[in-house]
């Protein structure tokens, strides 16, 4: 396939999860994923392709019950949109992270080994993301 042809696919794609999907605008921030188990109940390592969202986000999710291992948002992929990016990359929800003073409600957590393709580690955010997660 031709890179012009992907694109078109990866934007007409994009558009249809837009449409079908509600989209998240915040701020993309570094996840140290330690390999181990999440909040979700999963053994990652700190390679793949998995993303934390806020609290307020995985708790939000209907169906969520006491057990985080249980939440429907788990192994849900979400489609994040970077600036200076060609199209969104695919993430597996695995984690959560606590809203404070430098994330809000709206953020995700990208892994380290990804996140230093994007933006400087050492700035530690990517601002202006959108994320929408995928409802099947």
């Known amino acids: ?3 012009s042809n992907l694109s078109l696919l990866v934007a007409v ?5 837009v449409a079908s999907t509600s989209i998240a605008n915040g701020t993309g921030t570094v996840f140290y994923m330690t390999p181990g188990i999440g909040a979700c109940g999963y053994t990652n390592s700190s390679t793949d392709l998995v993303a ?7 708790k939000a999710v ?5 057990n985080p291992n ?3 948002i788990c192994n849900k992929t979400i489609y994040l949109r ?6 969104p990359v695919a993430f597996s929800v695995v984690d959560y992270f606590p809203i404070g003073n430098s994330v809000g409600p709206d953020d995700v957590g990208i ?14 955010i990517i601002p202006n993301v959108s ?3 995928m409802s099947t």
């Open 1 to 3: 396939m031709r890179a």
């Open 13 to 17: 794609n994009w558009m249809t999860l």
């Open 52 to 58: 934390s969202v806020s609290n307020v986000t995985f």
């Open 62 to 66: 209907r169906g969520a019950t006491a």
């Open 70 to 72: 249980d939440n429907p």
């Open 82 to 87: 970077m600036p200076h990016t060609s199209g």
């Open 111 to 124: 892994p380290k080994y990804y996140f230093q393709r994007y933006a400087p580690v050492d700035e530690g």
């Open 131 to 133: 994320w929408s997660i």
